[in-house]
């Protein structure tokens, strides 16, 4: 991990890629920008994103086919999830689940053996792996949106602890591990001769580095131990504790968040998706003042109270993910920022979550991709398949010898 960390300024950067999945669609007329190219203005839902519009690149006119029915019936909620990142019908079944590889595992099988984690799979919600969830469809395709093959879902961390010990508690021995179990140490504790050792070695410009780079990490533990306590207080007698921790979902929405960058910062790894909530969620959002189910919501019928709650949950989700891309930007390796460094895709399946629509899908792309990606505009683009975006992403991480993935129809060009 650490020598990683503290790689030279001047050495080669990798490009990084992430997937940002959010359930039920959106309230378009609020999220589609109504200008485009470079001089577009920001519509209501996308402007807390004002601080990184240079770094961004809406999509209009996007479609997923295979979410749509195709003589499947109802489910849209299911078919929508299992077919965003895979571009593949997933098969009606709540056993003998069948949909396709999803982008991101495509592309770790081709480069994650250059990191220690070929992949990262990251949320908010569990959910079952079996059992029927949404119209005969399986819980995985609702739970999922990473697909090892057309048969495997990838399980998802879900708990903070759970995936900072994925991602930097593997290399301790087991009574290294038992010892800081025991005495709720910092795993940076364990390895502070190491960094002793590795910080004489290093320059003024990186022991700073070095140094950010720790106490970041040091900070994201140590939110993560006080979310434990909080937790480990009993609850008054009957009272029935949240799943996951911490209990307050934006702390928690947060911390993972902190952990992805943490992963890309690391090059611990360079492929992660990230589910903010399961498709079909019927969370409530009391922390902004919501007392009603989202997806009990999202079937509106244009009740103009339901519409504004559902764009305020957009426009959470939106300011959750404005605040991780600042803290990407402000992450320096050499002359760059993590930010120009990485390409996240952020969206999903459904666009009117009232009348399960598959077309015109609320997408977006950020970061700079070493170059490769002309943001700060917006483009549309009519009914064009998501899938057409993935293959140009799996070209700019190097993976270019393919002709299609899912249902594409041939690369994006407008992406530069």
């Given at each position: 991990m650490l020598p990683k960390a503290a790689r030279a300024a001047?050495?080669?950067?990798?490009?990084?890629?992430?997937?940002?999945?959010f359930p039920n669609g959106a309230i378009m007329p609020d999220w589609t920008p109504t200008s485009e190219g470079t001089g577009y203005e920001l519509s209501k839902t996308l402007a807390p994103l004002a601080p990184v519009k240079d770094q961004l690149l809406v999509l209009s006119g996007l479609a997923h086919d295979k979410a749509r029915a195709n003589?499947?019936?109802?489910?849209?909620?299911?078919?929508?999830?299992?077919?965003?990142?895979?571009?593949?019908q997933p098969r009606k079944t709540s056993g003998d689940i069948r949909a396709g590889q999803s982008i991101d595992q495509f592309i770790a099988e081709r480069i994650g053996h250059e990191t220690r984690l070929p992949s990262l799979e990251l949320g908010i919600e569990g959910g079952r792996q079996a059992g029927s969830c949404d119209s005969g469809y399986s819980c995985a395709y609702s739970n999922s949106v990473s697909w090892k093959s057309a048969s495997t879902p990838m399980g998802k961390e879900t708990n903070p602890r759970s995936a900072f010990d994925r991602l930097f508690g593997q290399g301790a021995d087991a009574k290294a591990r038992a010892e800081r179990d025991f005495y709720r140490k910092s795993i940076l504790d364990s390895v502070a001769a190491d960094t002793q050792r590795l910080t004489t070695s290093l320059g003024q410009s990186d022991r700073r580095k070095l140094d950010e780079y720790l106490t970041s990490v040091r900070e994201v533990e140590q939110r993560i131990e006080r979310a434990d306590a909080?937790?480990?207080?009993?609850?008054?007698?009957?009272?029935i504790p949240p799943k996951g921790i911490p209990e307050d979902l934006v702390e928690h929405i947060r911390l993972m968040y902190d952990l992805l960058l943490l992963a890309f910062q690391t090059d611990t790894t360079r492929v992660a998706t990230f589910m903010v909530a399961n498709e079909g969620s019927n969370r409530v959002y009391k922390s902004i003042g919501l007392n009603e189910g989202h997806h009990q919501m999202s079937h509106h019928r244009n009740?103009?109270?339901?519409?504004?709650?559902?764009?305020?949950?957009?426009?959470?989700?939106?300011?959750?993910?404005?605040?991780?891309?600042s803290r990407l930007r402000d992450v320096r390796e050499g002359e760059h920022s993590l930010l120009d460094q990485s390409?996240?895709?952020y969206g999903c399946a459904i666009s009117d979550g009232n009348r399960h629509r598959h077309e015109d899908l609320p997408i977006l792309v950020a970061g700079g991709g070493a170059g490769t990606v002309r943001t700060g505009r917006h483009v549309r683009l009519r009914e064009t398949p998501t899938t057409n975006l993935f293959l140009s992403l799996a070209d700019r991480m190097g993976i270019n010898d393919v002709d299609s993935f899912g249902d594409s129809t041939g690369r994006l060009g407008d992406l530069a």
């Amino acid at each position: 991990m650490l020598p990683k960390a503290a790689r030279a300024a001047t050495a080669t950067s990798p490009l990084r890629v992430g997937f940002v999945f959010f359930p039920n669609g959106a309230i378009m007329p609020d999220w589609t920008p109504t200008s485009e190219g470079t001089g577009y203005e920001l519509s209501k839902t996308l402007a807390p994103l004002a601080p990184v519009k240079d770094q961004l690149l809406v999509l209009s006119g996007l479609a997923h086919d295979k979410a749509r029915a195709n003589g499947d019936g109802a489910g849209d909620h299911a078919r929508s999830c299992a077919a965003f990142l895979t571009g593949a019908q997933p098969r009606k079944t709540s056993g003998d689940i069948r949909a396709g590889q999803s982008i991101d595992q495509f592309i770790a099988e081709r480069i994650g053996h250059e990191t220690r984690l070929p992949s990262l799979e990251l949320g908010i919600e569990g959910g079952r792996q079996a059992g029927s969830c949404d119209s005969g469809y399986s819980c995985a395709y609702s739970n999922s949106v990473s697909w090892k093959s057309a048969s495997t879902p990838m399980g998802k961390e879900t708990n903070p602890r759970s995936a900072f010990d994925r991602l930097f508690g593997q290399g301790a021995d087991a009574k290294a591990r038992a010892e800081r179990d025991f005495y709720r140490k910092s795993i940076l504790d364990s390895v502070a001769a190491d960094t002793q050792r590795l910080t004489t070695s290093l320059g003024q410009s990186d022991r700073r580095k070095l140094d950010e780079y720790l106490t970041s990490v040091r900070e994201v533990e140590q939110r993560i131990e006080r979310a434990d306590a909080a937790k480990a207080i009993l609850p008054p007698e009957g009272y029935i504790p949240p799943k996951g921790i911490p209990e307050d979902l934006v702390e928690h929405i947060r911390l993972m968040y902190d952990l992805l960058l943490l992963a890309f910062q690391t090059d611990t790894t360079r492929v992660a998706t990230f589910m903010v909530a399961n498709e079909g969620s019927n969370r409530v959002y009391k922390s902004i003042g919501l007392n009603e189910g989202h997806h009990q919501m999202s079937h509106h019928r244009n009740d103009p109270d339901k519409v504004a709650k559902l764009q305020q949950i957009d426009q959470f989700q939106i300011e959750q993910f404005a605040a991780f891309l600042s803290r990407l930007r402000d992450v320096r390796e050499g002359e760059h920022s993590l930010l120009d460094q990485s390409l996240f895709v952020y969206g999903c399946a459904i666009s009117d979550g009232n009348r399960h629509r598959h077309e015109d899908l609320p997408i977006l792309v950020a970061g700079g991709g070493a170059g490769t990606v002309r943001t700060g505009r917006h483009v549309r683009l009519r009914e064009t398949p998501t899938t057409n975006l993935f293959l140009s992403l799996a070209d700019r991480m190097g993976i270019n010898d393919v002709d299609s993935f899912g249902d594409s129809t041939g690369r994006l060009g407008d992406l530069a």
